[in-house]
């Protein structure tokens, strides 16, 4: 698959609504609700040597995502397991990008309410290599967004709805244009949040430091390397931080199923070391999800 090409002009097969078909032939009416409300819910996953990482924890968090956005999906985890692993053997791949869609496609309702209207569902693989290119080596580089995470009583924060992104394209559009890969965002009280796509962690002394997500996805990823940290004694601590407290961290890290563990050298001002924890959590990180561990 030439990675040039249009998403939409590609050889492959995609599996809709229970049938794979082929790639150009998976398309959808404009009166789409979800076109017009945003009423979709997905997730990104990757697979190492041919088996999806956290697998079954996707599958059950896209379920839980369409209950919060009162979308309930009509497939099982087990179905939606058997989806993806039959896109991954139609498609010949073994390390790839997964990425499930859940959304209302047109019916009988084409207003706000879109109860009448059919839960659809698609499985996508393709190869993607590094989310932030050769920033592993050097340190991602990122803009400060003038957008913020909004309140937990506005949205279902915790869900992973696609209308939740809109300010997180316009952020990162932002920041690459100013030769940036991606943004910090704050959240409605001011406290650091996340990146557009991706959870970030900070090194001070010694201890890790990474933001309370009270008001954004507790990422998959983000659990993983907690859990992954407390197992080589690390001390990590999630709390409010504010963005002043930015100067005073020593090392910084993304992480995320497309980012992995990605390091950051500069968020607007500030600057971090690619240091010995952050590589470490990296190469930690890389050994545990090709099961090298």
């Keep these: 698959m030439a990675t040039a090409s249009a998403y939409d002009d590609r050889d ?36 190492y040597g041919g088996r999806i990482f956290k697998s079954e924890a996707h599958s059950q968090r ?32 073994s390390d790839a990008y997964v990425r499930v869609l859940a959304w209302r496609g047109s019916g009988l309702d084409m207003g706000v309410s879109a109860a009448r209207n059919p839960v659809r569902m698609a499985v996508v693989t393709w190869e993607w290599g590094a989310y932030y290119g050769d920033a592993k080596m050097k340190g991602a580089k990122l803009d400060i967004s003038k957008w913020k995470r909004p309140s937990p009583e506005t949205i279902p924060s915790h869900a992973k709805a696609a209308g939740l992104y809109m300010i997180c394209t316009m952020s990162k559009h932002a920041a690459e244009a100013k030769g940036c890969s991606d943004a910090l965002m704050m959240d409605y009280r001011g406290y650091v949040a996340e990146a557009t796509g991706a959870n970030v962690f900070f090194v001070k002394d010694g201890k890790v430091h990474t933001p309370m997500p009270d008001c954004f996805l507790n990422g998959i990823t983000r659990q993983t390397v907690i859990g992954m940290m407390k197992d080589k004694g690390i001390e990590v601590i999630e709390r409010h931080i504010m963005p002043e407290e930015l100067e005073g961290f020593e090392q910084c890290w993304l992480t995320g199923t497309a980012a992995e563990v990605t390091p950051v050298g500069e968020i607007g001002p500030y600057r971090f070391e690619v240091g010995a924890l952050t590589r470490d959590i990296a190469l930690s990180y890389e050994q545990l999800v090709r099961g090298n561990h």
């Design 62 to 93: 896209l379920l839980d995502s369409g209950t919060a956005v009162d979308m309930p999906i009509p497939w099982t985890v087990e179905q939606i397991e058997k989806a993806k692993a039959d896109t991954m053997r139609a498609n010949g791949l």
């Design 12 to 47: 492959g097969f995609i599996w809709m609504d229970g049938n794979l078909i082929e790639w150009r032939s998976a398309k959808v009416h404009v009166l789409t609700h979800a076109m017009h409300y945003a009423s979709a819910v997905f997730e990104g996953e990757r697979a």
